[in-house]
């Protein structure tokens, strides 16, 4: 276990479109944590601190063609990685780079030659100063940005929750979808995820083919609430693909398509109609998410559950996620179904409040804090590697 209070990981993250680094710290007021801690309820635990978050984004890059082009992106990784890199190290007040401790990198899953500029930095870093490195999965990062609150100013950004275990996360991002429980760090199932594209990803296709512009995610949840405001509802309901089946899989390329058919059914399409469109799609990807959570929640039963990625930041997902658990916390109706004895595992479960954990806005999309905040977890595991046993690997699977 690391108890070193002078703990100092430089985190750095170029799994796609946004080149980013961040100093995780620890909290000077938590205190050790380990088998002790697990021993004896109620001692407090050695707890992260975020002392700087610097991104890159090359979204207005990738406006420009609607999507991230690989080559584009990987190239502008090259330009912006030592520059935020610098800007990490002195938003957190580190005059020399030696005094950083660990290296945290993510290694995988992402665009290969999007990875390997911020991991190949990372690993000359680790050479250069002889310190250990951490390999994070890039979807293990999004969880972990849930333990960090909002924003207190600028800089710095302490993170008070804690993981109680098993924990459920629904990661939703333009990349991935899906629904993964960890019985602690480091230990993941992933119990369902997209047959096809991810939730992003629809968000960013149904924008384009309402030509609105990229990233859709943000765009299209804004058009909505306008609707909504304006508007006392719609008609106009799109299918919930898989919302019935007995998996906890998702699809969302034939909801994309029912988009598509109803715009070319709308000859002369006025703005009104996109209000709409994008309030009755932002509803069913919603109800689709909600539901499919609410069940792996009735089936695991989690004492946490986590909403990240670049999806998490929209508003109506995380209104509706923890509407649905509160009143699935306050309710003592049997189900259906069940066992007397199944129901009163279940009431049990209920009474318990299950802690939703959703990271600030400002963490739902990629970066750094994120990747530095799992890498503490397995740093105080001791779970460390040198610069020459790290492999980068662009399908990684979390496991
Ligand atoms: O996690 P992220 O920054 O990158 C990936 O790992 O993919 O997620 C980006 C995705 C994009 O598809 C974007 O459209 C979506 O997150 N997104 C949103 C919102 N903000 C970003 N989707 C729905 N509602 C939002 N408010
Ligand atoms: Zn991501």
New binding site residues.
């Given amino acids: 276990m690391q108890n070193d209070k002078e703990m100092k990981i430089l985190a750095i993250e170029s ?2 479109d ?1 080149t980013a680094a961040a100093i995780i710290s620890i909290d000077q007021n938590s205190q050790p944590q380990g088998f002790q801690a697990r021993l004896t309820p109620g001692v407090k635990e050695f707890r992260p601190i975020i002392l700087s978050n610097a991104v890159s984004s090359q979204v207005d890059l990738h406006a420009k063609t609607g999507g991230v082009v690989p080559e584009v992106a990987s190239r502008a990784h090259m330009e912006a990685i030592i520059p935020i890199i610098d800007q990490a190290l002195s938003d957190a007040h580190i005059e020399t780079i030696s005094s950083i401790t660990h290296i945290a990198v993510t290694a995988g899953p992402g665009l290969i030659g999007s990875l390997l500029v911020g991991f190949n930095a990372a690993k000359s870093i680790a050479y250069a100063l002889d310190k250990p490195i951490v390999p994070i999965n ?1 979807i293990e990062g ?1 969880i972990y940005s849930a333990l960090a609150t909002e924003l207190k100013n600028q800089k710095t950004e302490e993170s008070k929750n804690r993981f109680e275990f098993p924990l459920l996360a629904l990661v939703v ?4 979808t899906s629904l993964i429980l960890a019985k602690d760090h480091g230990k993941y199932e992933i119990i369902g995820e997209t047959v096809d594209d ?4 629809a ?2 296709k149904v924008s384009k083919l309402l030509d609105l512009g990229y ?4 765009i ?2 804004r058009l909505a609430s306008q609707y909504r405001n304006e508007n006392t509802g719609t008609n106009l309901i799109f299918p919930r693909p898989m919302i019935n089946d007995n998996t906890f899989n998702f699809s969302f390329s034939g909801l994309k398509t029912a988009v598509l058919t109803e715009v070319k059914k709308r000859t002369d399409i006025r703005d009104l109609d996109k209000l709409e469109i994008a309030a009755a799609f932002e509803d069913a990807v919603v109800d689709v998410l909600v539901t499919k959570t609410m069940r792996a929640i009735e089936k695991h039963e989690p004492n946490t559950v986590v909403l990240a ?3 998490a ?3 109506t ?1 995380r209104g509706s996620l923890i509407k649905a658990i509160s009143n699935y916390c306050s309710s003592d109706a049997a189900l259906e179904s069940r066992t007397t004895e199944q129901t009163s595992r279940l009431q049990e479960h209920r009474s318990k409040n299950i802690q939703l954990l959703v990271p600030p806005i400002s963490l ?3 970066n750094a804090a994120m990747i530095g905040l799992a890498a503490f977890y397995h740093i105080q595991n001791n779970d460390l590697k040198t610069w020459d046993q790290i492999k980068v690997d662009s399908n990684w699977e979390l496991s």
């Fill in positions: 799994s796609c946004e890039h999004h991002s333009g990349g991935h991810a939730a992003g990803e968000f960013d990233p859709g995610g943000p299209i949840s990625g670049g999806v930041a929209n508003k997902l739902c999309g990629d």
